[in-house]
């Protein structure tokens, strides 16, 4: 099997073909279920151990960010809250499926605050970012594509691996594993516990646990299944510095007195029954309880801002803090048959799936004074329970009309009911229902060794959130829909790989998610096109070069849009270019990479503002300025056990704005670390 790893960052090629139909692009893995991604009709780019190991990340933030096609809104550089845009798609408007191992991990794909979790990277062994039609087969709010992050299988036997870095983090990771002496049955956990008194003093303290374990049954069944618990109390907010204050290269923390806590249970269990040779039945069932706490201190409502002892503009606060508290719970089932036949005297796959989920979301506000921030028994201001109930059915079916061509078609079909009740005034649930149909047809064609066509079209959505469509002031919203187009080429050998991709998104009725009485939601069309392209090379003298580049030239909004937007004007976090450029090196034990990351200009509002907000306590518009960042990591296999590792990211220590909200969220400094791993 050829596969490639198409992010830019090294060449991970293995020159071996396994069939003549196409080229082995590698495997995408969700549900437990190898598929070969030479017939997936879209853009992939697959992330794995190695590659993860080289960038040495601080969270999955920084290996996104590496993926052509994806922008990151950096908030602080641990990721707790994570805002991610794919293909000028706004940053943080949640048209992106994010999954872990096939389970959905965001908070609320229906009920809302899709960003309030982020998967921790120390417990990945890659990552799956997939594009194009093929992206119906797993769900809503894939206008954007899937985004899965695949968990390690513990390695029998134990490693212990520790790091400290800048603003005094101190991180250690154990993972222990043991299996069975016939490798029928495996048990394993990984156990992180992280401390920083963070960039800008935005301290955390965060503890993450798995436990994974699998079992074969008989010759035809599998059964696996997965435990989590993540806990994280973070010293963050919503505000930022002034631009006095960022000018002058203050880096104090806007708001030193706001906590944003989190506690994530999890647990999902998959069976995989191996009917007969061309038939396969997978199951998946998974549960997750969340919740999330942020207590903010309130401004002064006469004085919001005032000059500080060294003359820089800062929040005003009153001695009375606020708790914006959620809590969410999912259940889901989701389970698909897959068979191989020879219709029409042609090889043909057909998969069939279907999917039942509940989501609900219990949304407290509650105040109380300085001397007192966390207690319990005010009244409380807000207390109402969104939820939804979904079913989706799938279908598709691979027609490998030839040895170098294939057609794909496949619909998806998600019908959900929206509930809002207010548990204050006890008044009967609000309700919002809706049936979507998303069709979908894509082809993959190899015209010669190392070049393969693939192209796409299908409808896409993102559902409205519940305050959206129910207590919002103007009518109920639609979903949000597109048509998404796509067509590129890729191909790879033992040295050299590539992949070239135009895509375009024709929204008709792209929404804003109306996130608990935020910003209501303002229909109207958008249009984005742009071009991804990666290629990668390797040296004989174990030198590799690789870079992607990304360019949006189209991302508009249609129409005017009161208060929010232009028609013509370019969407909010959407730049134009992206690029990454890794030169990496491999002699003996030494593995060292130059890791260099660019992204361009972007507006902070649809009103495309030049100058930023300086007064307003609301969410601020502006011109970010375009920026680099340059890493170098190094590692070295001391033994077949030991190894030492460290990193410097920013080296040129660059100045930059990674995103605004109520101020300057200011990306992060000049910093290092260092560490070991040890295996028993």
């Given at each position: 099997m050829l596969l490639v790893a198409v992010m830019g960052l090294h060449p991970s090629v293995w020159a071996e073909e396994a069939d003549s139909r196409a080229i082995q692009l590698g495997t995408v893995t969700?549900?437990?279920?190898?598929?070969?991604?030479?017939?997936?009709?879209?853009?992939?780019?697959?992330?794995?151990?190695?590659?993860?190991?080289?960038?040495?990340?601080?969270?999955?933030?920084?290996?996104?960010?590496?993926?052509?096609?994806?922008?990151?809104?950096?908030?602080?550089?641990?990721?707790?809250?994570v805002n991610v845009g794919v293909r000028g798609l706004p940053a943080g408007d949640y048209k992106t499926l994010v999954l872990e191992d096939g389970v959905p991990v965001q908070p609320g794909i229906f009920v809302g605050n899709s960003r309030y979790y982020n998967p921790r990277i120390q417990r990945m062994a890659g990552v799956e970012v997939l594009r194009g039609a093929a992206s119906l087969r797993y769900g809503p709010n894939t206008i954007g594509g899937v985004i899965n992050y695949l968990s390690k299988t513990p390695e029998d036997g134990v490693t212990v691996s520790g790091k400290y870095g800048s603003w005094h983090t101190r991180e250690a990771t154990v993972e222990a594993g043991a299996s069975t002496e016939d490798g029928s049955a495996r048990l394993g956990a990984i156990v992180t516990r992280s401390r920083s008194d963070g960039f800008m003093d935005k301290g955390y303290d965060m503890t993450d646990?798995?436990?994974?374990?699998?079992?074969?049954?008989?010759?035809?069944?599998?059964?696996?299944?997965?435990?989590?618990?993540?806990?994280?109390?973070?010293?963050?907010?919503?505000r930022g510095l002034f631009p006095d204050a960022y000018r002058a290269g203050e880096r104090f923390n806007p708001a030193p007195d706001d906590w944003f806590l989190t506690e994530r249970m999890a647990f999902d269990i998959n069976h995989?029954?191996?009917?007969?040779?061309?038939?396969?039945?997978?199951?998946l069932a998974y549960w997750s309880d969340m919740n999330r706490d942020y207590w903010r201190f309130q401004l002064d409502a006469d004085n919001p801002t005032t000059i500080n002892t060294d003359g820089f503009r800062v929040w005003n606060y009153r001695d009375e803090v606020q708790g914006n508290n959620r809590s969410f719970e999912r259940f889901g089932v989701d389970s698909r048959m897959t068979i191989s036949h020879t219709t029409l005297d042609i090889h043909n796959e057909t998969e069939l799936g279907v999917r039942l989920m509940t989501e609900e979301m219990l949304d407290e506000t509650i105040r109380a004074d300085r001397a007192t921030p966390r207690q319990a028994n005010q009244p409380l201001l807000r207390n109402r329970v969104d939820s939804a109930d979904s079913l989706a059915l799938f279908a598709q079916n691979r027609f490998d009309l030839t040895d170098a061509f294939s057609l794909t078609a496949g619909v998806r079909m998600e019908s959900y009911e929206q509930q809002r009740k207010d548990r204050r005034s006890g008044d009967p649930s609000d309700t919002f229902s809706n049936t979507e149909v998303m069709p979908g047809i894509g082809a993959?064609?190899?015209?010669?060794?190392?070049?393969?066509?693939?192209?796409?079209?299908?409808?896409?959505f993102a559902p409205p959130l519940v305050g959206s469509v129910i207590g919002a002031d103007d009518a109920p919203t639609k979903a949000e829909t597109s048509v998404n187009l796509e067509l590129g080429v890729r191909g790879s050998n033992g040295r050299?790989?590539?992949e070239v991709t135009a895509f375009q998104m024709d929204f008709s009725n792209q929404v804003d998610p109306g996130i608990s009485d935020i910003r209501n939601p303002n229909e109207g069309s958008a249009l984005i096109q742009g071009m991804e392209a990666t290629l990668g090379y390797a040296f004989d003298n174990g030198l590799s070069l690789n870079g992607n580049v990304t360019w949006i030239p189209t991302a508009e909004f249609g129409e005017d849009r009161p208060g929010d937007a232009l028609d013509g004007n370019r969407l909010p976090y959407s730049p134009e270019w992206m690029a990454n450029l890794s030169v990496g090196y491999q002699y003996r034990r030494l593995q060292t990479a130059l890791l260099l990351n660019y992204t361009g200009e972007v507006y902070g509002d649809g009103m495309n503002v030049r100058d930023l907000t300086t007064e307003s306590t609301g969410t601020w518009g502006g011109l970010i300025k375009s920026y680099y960042t340059i890493d170098l990591t190094g590692r070295y296999e001391v033994n077949s056990n030991l190894s030492v590792f460290g990193a410097v990211k920013n080296i040129t220590d660059e100045t930059y704005i990674a995103g605004l909200r109520q101020g300057i969220y200011v990306g992060p400094e000049r910093s290092f670390e260092i560490g070991a791993s040890y295996t028993f």
């Open positions: 969700v549900l437990g279920k190898q598929q070969d991604a030479a017939f997936l009709p879209g853009a992939i780019t697959v992330v794995n151990e190695d590659m993860i190991d080289q960038l040495q990340p601080r969270s999955t933030e920084d290996v996104l960010r590496r993926v052509p096609g994806v922008f990151v809104k950096g908030e602080e550089e641990n990721a707790v809250v646990v798995m436990i994974k374990g699998g079992l074969t049954i008989g010759e035809n069944h599998y059964l696996g299944a997965k435990f989590l618990y993540h806990e994280t109390d973070a010293n963050i907010s919503y995989e029954w191996q009917i007969n040779p061309d038939v396969s039945l997978q199951t993959t064609y190899r015209f010669a060794p190392l070049a393969q066509v693939f192209g796409s079209v299908y409808r896409a050299v790989n590539y």
